[in-house]
């Protein structure tokens, strides 16, 4: 079939048409045809379903965010993959979405905007690396200045999130110089707030929030940025400025749970004002008597305690603390900040150590382990967990021994007593159990005894021992669902052993579960079991003798006890506690109660410098310096009587700086490796006179002693092997300093 000329062209010229046409509008085209093109495809069909799925994801994830308003909220709301799993769809399609534009349409003056996009996507996924990478490029190769802007802040995000906080600091000053739009200044304030206060800087980012106010409209998300800087400020110590902010969020469209927590902290900062007291007590009473409230009591009495605490009403205080627990003995988010609060009370303020040591145990078994109070409580319960040992040995030592001086008609008169005390006790604990289990409230459910104190509570309703049971178990067993015979890796073995009686043969157990059924048959004569209660009561009695020391050996156990707990005890109150005047009680009990006390140097060394501590006349460097010129403890008041403690106090005022007794330590053993003996010798031992009360002391000690070895010879090195074993009785590296002993005897014998 043959065309003719004139359609051939026709066809060719047709073609060359549809080319052209292609080409105008093709992705790598400059022309206006092809850019007015994949504008509006990228923007109508990728774009903007992109921004429509990140607006719902933000919307959801504001909506439903867990506020813990026991802390300082975080700025920005925390990345968390768990709150982001229902809107994953969402994610996933506003990535695929604003991919489209990158692939497709790159002419488009929509392509940063779509890369912003996908880098925050990646940022709410939690990829940092990768949403790191995508604002990187979009600063490198983006063309329009506020996207490149936009990017920049969001790096800046990403940075925080990851806590790199330098770069997001450089990233934060370049953005400092550059013109800003009112979006992206408001955005960048909200972002470097949120990394100030990442870095534990609250004033500053508080500061920076109250720049962003202006770019802000009344709102719930307003209203929860003023509570924040309400916060910042308050745990700056700005009460004026942070109560400004309180009143703002009542100012500013809150939520419900905005406004209550608003009017709490104004009510908690309040001073001592008469009519504010009374209007603030009118107040509490109308929060509490509200039915809207009624979750929230907990929080409200806890908030009363504190306010009280402020004013230095401690008594009173407790009193709300502890109703606080009665009323949210469920809220286990709650509950352990405040036993935390009265732990802190009795540790501060009242300075009831036992008491303390309980409320943090208390505060610890419920509380998380990545909670930011967890390690400072963790720290201080572990020295009253020694406090507390210290005291219970000494308290019944002493009590002990003054049992073995007494005649022993009234000795046998005090331990029927005792026997008595504690039968009561048993008595009145028992009674309690069957009050709990029995008791029931207007809706006939348990009651939860939480109108006790934790320790007396029965196990089932105390909160901590439940907790702990748990957790014990989990750590055995793992998490197992509640069934019978649940141990038992083949169930069916438990119905063959079952008993006679058991319902798993198809018996009533009644007569073995209900008390008021007989166990035995009618008329079989049979009687309960005759309890020899004298002869328990004899038994128990003579377990009190037997604890008494009145045999010279016991006696001696009895006083090596009491002689160490009295050291350690002062030493504790010295560093441990900051007691002063009870460590100068405590060393001074010990030293009258055993004046030849091998702690004798060490007790003079800690009395002086508690005395300085106190501002008190110290005539214990006198004797220490009269009575023991050689020990390392004189050594340490010579060489420290000028000098001053690492962290700019002087020797006595306060605690040993551990970190630079740490670190002079390191550069010692540095200095040591070197070779340099005589020189290392010098250094260590005005070490020594700085950090004489550090927990590194020993090592310095034993440092010293390699040195004098080497340095001064045999002899001195004998001599300060029994210096060390006087000086530091307690010490780990003590059988370490033994071995050294003998092997310096041996050597001393060869050489006879």
């Known amino acids: 079939m043959h065309h003719s000329r004139p359609t051939y062209i026709a066809s060719l010229g047709l073609i060359a048409g549809l080319a052209g046409a292609f080409w105008s509008c093709s992705q790598h085209s400059n022309g206006s045809v092809s850019k007015g093109y994949h504008n509006l495809t990228a923007h109508f069909n990728a774009y903007v379903m992109a921004r429509d799925d990140i607006d719902e994801v933000e919307r959801y994830l504001f909506k439903n965010r867990q506020e813990n308003y026991n802390e300082t909220l975080p700025i920005l709301l925390p990345l968390d993959s768990n709150a982001t799993q229902p ?13 489209l534009v990158a692939e497709r349409h790159q002419n488009s003056k929509w392509v940063d905007n779509a890369y912003v996009l996908i880098g925050k996507t990646r940022l709410y996924r939690q990829d940092l690396p990768n949403a790191i990478e995508v604002f990187k490029y979009v600063n490198t190769k983006g063309t329009d200045e506020d996207d490149k802007h936009e990017a920049l802040i969001l790096l800046m995000r990403a940075y925080t999130e990851s806590g790199d906080f330098p770069n997001g600091l450089t990233v934060a000053e370049y953005l400092r110089a550059q013109p800003l739009n ?18 534990g800087e609250a004033l500053v980012a508080a500061g920076i929030l109250d720049a962003t106010f202006p770019f802000l409209k009344k709102s719930e998300a307003t209203a929860r940025l003023h509570l924040i800087a309400g916060q910042l400020y308050e745990s700056a110590g700005k009460a004026a400025q942070a109560n400004e902010h309180f009143q703002q969020v009542l100012r500013t469209r809150p939520n419900y749970d905005q406004e209550f927590f608003a009017n709490i902290y104004l009510m908690q900062a309040d001073g001592n004002d008469p009519k504010q007291l009374a209007r603030n007590a009118e107040r509490f009473e109308e929060m ?44 286990t988010a709650q509950v352990p900040l405040t036993y935390a ?44 967990d020694e406090f507390v040992n210290n005291q219970t040995t000494i308290d019944r030592e002493d009590s002990l021994q003054r049992m073995a001086q007494m005649n022993p008609a009234a000795l046998d008169q005090l331990l029927d007593k005792l026997i008595d005390q504690r039968e009561k006790e048993d008595a009145a604990q028992a009674e309690l159990a069957k009050q709990v289990t029995g008791r029931t409230n207007l809706s006939g459910a348990q009651a939860t005894n939480s109108d006790l104190a934790p320790n007396d509570r029965w196990v089932l309703y105390n909160p901590v021992q439940m907790a702990q049971g748990k957790q014990e178990f989990m750590q055995v067993w793992g998490n197992r669902p509640l069934a019978d015979d649940w141990r038992r890796q083949n169930k069916d073995a438990s119905q063959a052993i079952a008993s006679e009686t058991s319902a798993l043969n198809g018996n009533n ?39 008494i020391p009145f045999s010279a050996d016991a006696l001696q156990k009895s006083n090596d006890l ?44 800690l009395m002086h410098l508690a005395a300085e501590q106190a501002g008190k006349p110290s005539p214990w460097r006198d004797k220490l310096l009269t009575e023991f010129p050689t020990s390392s403890y004189a050594r340490l008041l010579s060489a420290a009587s000028n000098s001053a403690l690492a962290n700019g106090t002087e020797t006595g005022k306060g605690g040993v700086n551990e970190i630079a007794a740490n670190q002079t330590y390191a550069k010692l053993y540095e200095l040591y490796q070197s070779g340099n003996s005589t020189e290392t010798l010098a250094r260590v031992e005005a070490a020594l006179g700085t950090f004489g009360g550090s927990k590194i002391a020993d090592k310095m000690a034993l440092l010293r002693i390699i040195l004098i070895g ?33 092997a310096a005897e041996q050597l001393t014998a060869k050489r006879k």
Do not use: C, W
């Open 182 to 199: 009112k979006e992206n200044t408001r955005d960048f304030y909200l972002t470097k707030a949120y990394l100030h206060q990442r870095k």
């Open 562 to 605: 009491l002689e160490s707990a009295l050291y350690r005890q002062g030493k504790l109150y010295k560093f441990q506690l900051d007691q002063p005047l009870l460590a100068m009680a405590t060393l001074d009990r010990l030293l009258v109660r055993y004046p030849n006390s091998s702690y004798r140097p060490e007790a003079y060394y």
């Open 288 to 331: 509490l008597n509200d039915r809207k409230n009624s979750d929230l009591k907990d929080k409200i009495y806890f908030t009363m305690g504190k306010a009280d605490a402020r004013r230095g009403n401690y008594d009173r205080a407790l009193v709300n603390f502890n109703k606080a627990i009665q009323t949210g003995i469920s809220n």
């Open 87 to 99: 809107v994953r769809p969402q994610l996933d399609d506003a990535i695929k979405k604003a991919s």
């Open 509 to 547: 157990p009644a007569n073995a579960t209900n008390p008021a059924t007989p166990l035995a048959a009618a008329g079989a004569g049979t009687r309960p079991p005759v309890v020899n209660t004298l002869n328990q009561r004899k038994a128990k009695k003579d377990d009190l003798y037997r604890q």
């Open 710 to 742: 080497r340095v001064q010879g045999v002899d001195a090195y004998r001599q300060a092997l029994g210096e060390f074993v006087r000086d530091y009785p307690l010490s780990p590296l003590l059988s370490h300093i033994k071995e050294r002993q003998a």
């Open 341 to 384: 609060e009265m732990g802190n009370l009795y540790f501060e303020k009242k300075r009831n150590y036992g008491k303390a040591q309980a409320y943090y145990d208390s505060s610890l078994a419920l509380l998380p382990q990545n909670h930011a109070m967890y390690t400072t409580l963790a720290n201080r319960k572990k020295s009253l």
